[in-house]
T-cell receptor, first 113, second 113 residues
Framework: DAGVIQSPRHEVTEMGQEVTLRCKPISGHDYLFWYRQTMMRGLELLIY????????DSGMPEDRFSAKMPNASFSTLKIQPSEPRDSAVYFCASSPGTGSGYTFGSGTRLTVV | GNSVTQMEGPVTLSEEAFLTINCTYTATGYPSLFWYVQYPGEGLQLLLKATKADDKGSNKGFEATYRKETTSFHLEKGSVQVSDSAVYFC????????????FGGGTRVLVKP
């Protein structure tokens, strides 16, 4: 298994531009999670899905952030418009179920200038 | 609510020294407990886990025992290597919270040759 695949690995964009981050979970994992990691705030859960349905989006910072999971093998996190304070590493993780733990992707390092 | 507290770092050690990272938790019911490791520039990787009281998780020379009476899950390794330099995260998964993991703040470990 190739694990959780995220793209791109690095993204540099200008303030105000739209950014789309992509994630392919492990086949058969019913849960998908989006996290953001910064030095100041550590790891923050943004949103998670179960069977492609968003379950908890209380961590999404504001309306500029949106996430979709159109099918079991693909999810996107979109920021529109992006701001410098969105600069962070964004991780996607998937899980087969409660108590199993997560498998994380390698992350997307986003820099907004 | 659920919470995880782990010792603040950085922890600096010499090679072959003994490592302990303390982790205590607050949760309703009987959570599953995890340790994750994050190497520089990478995502989090599951290091070990324990699902019930007195269980011992172990992997790559690391061990942690689920202590319900002290609500703790301390991570230990008898002889660290330079390659163990990383950030270590303690986490819990409580049934009532679905499949959401609650993470500690992370402990940075630096092993010097």
């Amino acid at each position: 298994d190739a694990g959780v695949i995220q793209s791109p690995r690095h993204e540099v964009t200008e303030m105000g531009q739209e950014v789309t981050l992509r994630c392919k979970p492990i086949s058969g994992h019913d849960y998908l999670f989006w996290y953001r990691q910064t030095m100041m705030r550590g790891l923050e859960l943004l949103i998670y899905f179960n069977n492609n349905v968003p379950i908890d989006d209380s961590g999404m910072p504001e309306d500029r952030f949106s996430a979709k999971m159109p099918n079991a093998s693909f999810s996107t996190l979109k920021i529109q418009p992006s701001e410098p304070r969105d600069s962070a590493v964004y991780f996607c993780a998937s899980s087969p179920g409660t108590g199993s733990g997560y498998t994380f992707g390698s992350g997307t390092r986003l820099t907004v200038v | 609510g659920n919470s995880v507290t782990q010792m603040e770092g950085p922890v600096t050690l010499s090679e072959e020294a003994f490592l302990t990272i303390n982790c205590t938790y607050t949760a309703t019911g009987y959570p599953s407990l995890f340790w994750y490791v994050q190497y520089p520039g990478e995502g989090l990787q599951l290091l070990l886990k324990a699902t019930k009281a007195d269980d011992k998780g172990s992997n790559k020379g690391f061990e942690a025992t689920y202590r319900k009476e002290t609500t703790s899950f301390h991570l230990e390794k008898g002889s660290v290597q330079v390659s163990d330099s990383a950030v270590y995260f303690c986490a819990l998964s409580a049934l009532a919270a679905g499949n959401k993991l609650t993470f500690g703040g992370g402990t940075r470990v630096l092993v010097k040759p």
